[in-house]
């Protein structure tokens, strides 16, 4: 397999890549002068005067102000889980987004708190739940023993996110990436480990909350499933296809989407991690849209946050996945946005700096 999907579904992700312009630093440089005039010390936010300072690169404005968000779960099986990979039993994903659905899933309850609006889509559970127009397919393939999807069905979930993306989640400033599916810190440990060339037992932790014995497990099975593909180019849709899942290549259109739309894309786990590295292989610009939320306790978070280059905002050991790490980070990053925004001028205030 020398190349992923059909010439039009290439394509269609080739002009996804196309449409990411990379933020434009002049408003960063804009937004730190205009930090200094301000009634308080000088870089005193820290790092978040900083990321207030990419915010308006990617907003292109000096004052970006509070961002209105987004919350997104995307959804689907993997066929991997029925090792016994996860705390839960393959097929219960749906379960989990009819409780999303519900508003009384943790993701639910923090983003109305915000306030944020949540949406989800099914690309790949086992038995549909909620909105079907982005489903793709009824779960993945082990990838132990077999591909977790073909070409086709890689190519159609990243542009089915981008779709989901345009209609579903435009409009707001921020969007908070997220995913649920049972099996999938096994499919994402065994991404990381082809991306970044690391081996399984580097990149494979506990995801749910299993013995150890099944975290060995977990690394076996991607051993055997970094072996089943040696030798494959290791061009981001080729990977995605043999490793992946049709949430996390849902989640790579959506990061494209989102970065083309110049909307800041708050990243949450160690699955919509591994869905932000593979869309900057895909397309080295949309890095600059990204902020990574939190690092969760799955190994391979920390190592792909250092290959994106992103240091995370919150280090909390949470390992819940459904965007809650991101949507936790909402307020901090709002906070940064609305001290920037509305604290009086030093001038305004009288208060000259003595050096
Ligand atoms: C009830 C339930 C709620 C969840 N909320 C987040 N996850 C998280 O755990 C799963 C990944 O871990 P593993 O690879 O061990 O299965 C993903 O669904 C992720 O979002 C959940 C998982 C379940 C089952
Ligand atoms: O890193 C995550 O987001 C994560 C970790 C464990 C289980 N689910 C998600």
């Known amino acids: 397999m020398a190349e992923t999907g059909s010439a039009a579904g290439r394509d269609g992700v080739a002009a996804l890549c ?31 005067d900083t990321l207030v300072q990419r915010v308006a690169a990617i907003r292109r404005t000096s004052a970006p102000g509070p961002l209105t968000a987004a ?3 995307l959804a689907g099986d993997h066929g991997v889980a029925v090792h016994g990979t996860s705390r839960f039993r393959h097929g219960l994903t749906g379960g989990v987004l ?19 609006r949540v949406e989800t889509a099914d690309l790949g559970l086992a038995e549909p739940v909620g909105d079907q127009r982005y489903k793709i397919g009824p ?15 890689t190519v159609a ?24 599916g049972v099996g999938n810190t096994t499919a994402a440990s065994a991404l990381a480990a082809r991306l970044l ?7 494979t932790g506990l995801g749910s909350g299993v013995p150890d014995d099944t975290v060995r497990q977990k690394a076996a099975l991607v051993d055997r499933a970094l072996a089943r593909c040696a030798g494959r180019p290791d061009d981001p849709l ?3 296809a043999a490793l992946g899942g049709y949430e996390i290549a849902g989640n790579v259109g959506v990061i494209l989407t989102a970065a083309a739309r110049r909307q800041v894309v708050l990243i949450d786990g160690a699955i919509t991690a ?16 990204l902020i990574a939320a939190h690092e969760s306790t799955e190994p391979s978070h920390r190592h792909v946050l250092a290959a994106l280059g992103q240091p995370p905002l919150l280090r909390l050991e949470m390992r819940l996945g459904m965007a809650s790490g991101a949507a936790m980070a909402v307020g901090l990053l709002n906070g940064a946005l609305a001290v920037a925004d509305a604290t009086a001028t030093a001038a305004s205030a009288g208060l000259t700096e003595h050096r």
Do not use: H, K, W
Not at 98 to 116: K, W, Y
Not at 197 to 203: E, I, L, M, Q, Y
């Open 71 to 73: 919350v997104s779960v």
């Open 274 to 289: 591994v869905a932000a590295l593979l869309a900057v292989r895909l397309c080295p610009a949309a890095a600059g849209y």
């Open 197 to 203: 060339g690391r081996p399984a037992a580097d990149v």
């Open 18 to 48: 196309a449409g990411v312009a990379a933020p434009e630093r002049r408003y960063a440089r804009l937004a730190q002068v205009r930090q200094l005039t301000l009634a308080r010390p000088g870089g005193s936010l820290g790092q978040l």
């Open 238 to 240: 080729t990977v995605l």
């Open 98 to 116: 009819r409780l999303i659905d519900a508003g009384r899933a943790p993701v639910s309850i923090l983003a109305a708190r915000l306030p944020a």
């Open 139 to 153: 779960g993945t393939g082990d990838i132990s023993v077999e591909d977790a999807m073909t070409p086709d069905q």
């Open 157 to 180: 979930a990243v542009l089915a996110g981008a779709r989901y993306a345009a209609e579903r989640l435009a409009g707001v400033e921020l969007v908070a990436v997220g995913e649920i």
